[in-house]
């Protein structure tokens, strides 16, 4: 790279913040502080509300909107690479048009599978869920109404998905796809995207957090209080398995209720709401350990990776994404997927061998400087765009 880059980051924020907004967050900060001009262009979940169920299924669709207002962006002034983190719902593949129509390479991040999956996390009453994948019309999602329950809403996503593979989107209009993991590019692959268009980058924490002293004496719990989440899971094994050991739960979302019930019983177990980023970054730092229970397939999980950047361990189910960044008995342990039992056996096994806790730490640290750090992370994002720019 001779020059520093020009950057159209697209972005469309989830009504809860998630995982997904603060990695965006995380790649603007990261260019920008290297030098690099990034415009974020953002629309937000909000606005649903406002615009109603029928708009926002058409919009997932096409959106005139935001195929005008981009196109303005580009006409405007000359960008080196359009990067789209998130466009569902509400900016829509028309964005990718817009690009086109401008002469910008288009790079689109994987963040989730809603392209192959009406669900985003492949997961279905309460399991894994891959009946769609592979298949012109995700027809089994529409049956289940796995898009918040809701048919419209569904069928808005399969047809989404179906009418832009049949006009050559996704084939076309986009330069390159980057993956946060090996499993992730795979079920792609698997759905009949080119291996060669999909590239592998590790989501990174960035700035550096800097190691915690782990002296709380706590479990944690972050993220949305969700059934695909895994809550079910770990309740269970504080409640049932009888840990006697706190935990703190922090986030919000569908099963709030059934946290705050859980609380209000078990003395070990503290609902401590939403946090800002720096408590949460707090909590983690001091957390014997994080736990990561999801049912449902991460592209990623980036409270593990988070975890390991402040050198706490994490205990992580072992599929999808997470197993790509704990390794089991030096960063963290393994479990099997909703098994309550193993989660206790794990669980127990790491409060009964505090050394082994802080080897642990050290390990998560190294880990972390190794391939999760913004360093390693900017020079694999800068090759990239260049790359793709030069094409």
């Given at each position: 790279m001779t020059r520093p880059l020009r950057i159209l980051m697209l972005h469309n924020r989830y009504l809860i913040r998630g995982g997904e907004d603060v990695s965006t967050e995380a790649q603007v900060d990261l260019l920008r502080g290297a030098g690099h001009e990034v415009v974020l262009f953002e629309e937000s979940n909000e606005r649903v509300a406002e615009l109603g169920r029928l708009v926002t299924a058409s919009r997932t669709i096409w959106s005139r909107e935001s195929y005008r207002r981009v196109a303005g962006i580009l006409e405007e002034s000359r960008f080196d690479v359009v990067h789209v983190q998130n466009w569902f719902p509400l900016l829509s593949p028309s964005v990718y048009y817009a690009a086109d129509k401008a002469d910008v390479p288009v790079i689109q991040s994987l963040r989730n599978f809603r392209l192959v999956c009406p669900q985003g996390m492949l997961y279905r009453g309460g399991s894994v869920c891959t009946d769609c994948i592979g298949r012109s019309v995700a027809w089994p999602g529409v049956k289940y109404?796995?898009?918040?329950?809701?048919?419209?809403?569904?069928?808005?996503?399969?047809?989404?998905?179906?009418?832009?593979?049949?006009?050559?989107?996704?084939?076309?209009?986009?330069?390159?796809?980057?993956?946060?993991?090996?499993?992730?590019?795979?079920?792609?692959?698997?759905?009949g995207w080119d291996p060669e268009a999909i590239d592998v980058i590790p989501n990174f924490i960035y700035p550096d957090p800097r190691e915690g002293p782990g002296d709380g004496g706590f479990a944690l719990y972050a993220g949305r209080l969700d059934p695909v989440k895994g809550l079910d899971t770990l309740l269970a094994a504080w409640e049932q398995g009888g840990i006697e050991y706190p935990l703190k739960i922090a986030g919000s979302g569908p099963l709030l209720d059934r946290v705050e019930a859980a609380a209000f019983r078990n003395p070990f177990v503290e609902y401590v709401g939403m946090l800002d980023k720096a408590v949460y970054a707090e909590l983690v730092g001091r957390a014997s350990f994080v736990v990561v229970p999801t049912v449902g397939i991460e592209t990623f999980g980036r409270v593990a990776a988070e975890a390991l950047a402040k050198g706490t361990p994490a205990v992580v189910a072992d599929h999808g994404g997470l197993r790509e960044i704990v390794v089991a008995g030096e960063?963290?342990?393994?479990?099997?997927?909703?098994?309550?039992?193993?989660?206790?056996?794990?669980?127990?096994?790491?409060?009964?061998?505090?050394?082994?806790?802080?080897?642990?730490?050290?390990?998560?640290?190294?880990?972390?400087?190794?391939?999760?750090?913004?360093?390693?992370?900017?020079?694999?994002?800068?090759?990239?765009?260049?790359?793709?720019?030069?094409?």
């Open positions: 109404r796995c898009y918040r329950n809701s048919t419209l809403g569904t069928a808005a996503v399969a047809a989404m998905s179906t009418g832009h593979r049949w006009a050559g989107t996704w084939k076309r209009k986009i330069s390159r796809y980057v993956a946060p993991s090996q499993y992730a590019r795979s079920v792609f692959v698997d759905a960063t963290g342990l393994l479990f099997p997927p909703g098994d309550v039992v193993a989660l206790v056996d794990r669980i127990r096994s790491l409060l009964a061998d505090p050394q082994r806790l802080a080897a642990m730490r050290e390990a998560c640290r190294r880990s972390y400087a190794s391939t999760f750090s913004g360093d390693r992370a900017l020079t694999a994002w800068t090759d990239l765009y260049s790359e793709v720019r030069m094409q």
